[in-house]
Each structure stands twice: as structure tokens, then as C-alpha cells.
């Protein structure tokens, strides 16, 4: 069965820094793009960032290019996001997803696999 599990969400202070993690199965993970989305409180799932398999090409929703950093280690089946410069409405539910293919994309139906979501909270 595969397994999509995040970590190192938490609290911070506007303009500070949270860095995620999300690990996966190998079996899985190993052709497929990895991607992050986050979900706020009364609001749709949204694209927030996407790495192709290869992590050579990667793409972010607007109001974060330039703040969020996506990598990824592929000989360890890890996915990250850097988060810098948060702002209050960054706060959601961030949530790592395996790709049904080698590309990114930023539509949900796009992927397969899901994790259950770790909490970022940017505090004014």
C-alpha cells in the first residue's frame, strides 16, 4: 500500500521560515512527479508547487515563486518545501501528492497518491 506521510509543519511568525517533508513509497515514487498543495480553512485544495521526477523542472503558484522552494531526493524518496518570507495567508493544511505521471501538474485529478496533511500556521 502506499504511504505519503508529511512533516515539519507548525507555527510561525510573518516573515519567518518552515521547511516540510514528505516521504513516500519507493515503489511508488520513483517515475512521478511530487507536488505540495494546501487547503485554508473555508476554502479549495490549491496547487502550491510541483517537481518533475527527474527535478529538473519545477513550477509554483504565483503568490509563492520567489518565497517557496520545492527539491526533492529521489535515492530517498523524499519530497521537501522551503518556505520562506511567510505571510498570515499562507496558513493552511499543507498536503504532499504523487503525480500519476513524470510531470507536474496543477490540477488534483492529476494525482494519485495523497498524504494526510500537515498544519502551517503564520501567526501577524
Known amino acids: 500500500q502506499v504511504q505519503v506521510v508529511e512533516s515539519g509543519g507548525g507555527t510561525a511568525q510573518a516573515g519567518g521560515s518552515l521547511s516540510l517533508s514528505c516521504t513516500t513509497s519507493?515503489?511508488?515514487?520513483?517515475?512521478?512527479?511530487m507536488s505540495w498543495f494546501r487547503q485554508a480553512p473555508g476554502k479549495e485544495r490549491e496547487f502550491v508547487a510541483t517537481?518533475?521526477?527527474?527535478?529538473?523542472?519545477?513550477f509554483y503558484l504565483d503568490s509563492v515563486q520567489g518565497r517557496f522552494t520545492i527539491s526533492r531526493d529521489t535515492g530517498k524518496n523524499m519530497v521537501y518545501l522551503q518556505m520562506n518570507e511567510l505571510k498570515p495567508e499562507d496558513t493552511a493544511i499543507y498536503y504532499c501528492a504523487i503525480a500519476r505521471s513524470s510531470f507536474g501538474s496543477r490540477r488534483l485529478e492529476d494525482y494519485q497518491y495523497w498524504g494526510q496533511g500537515t498544519q502551517v500556521t503564520v501567526s501577524s
Open positions: 519507493k515503489r511508488t515514487s520513483s517515475n512521478n512527479a
Open positions: 517537481i518533475s521526477w527527474r527535478g529538473g523542472n519545477a
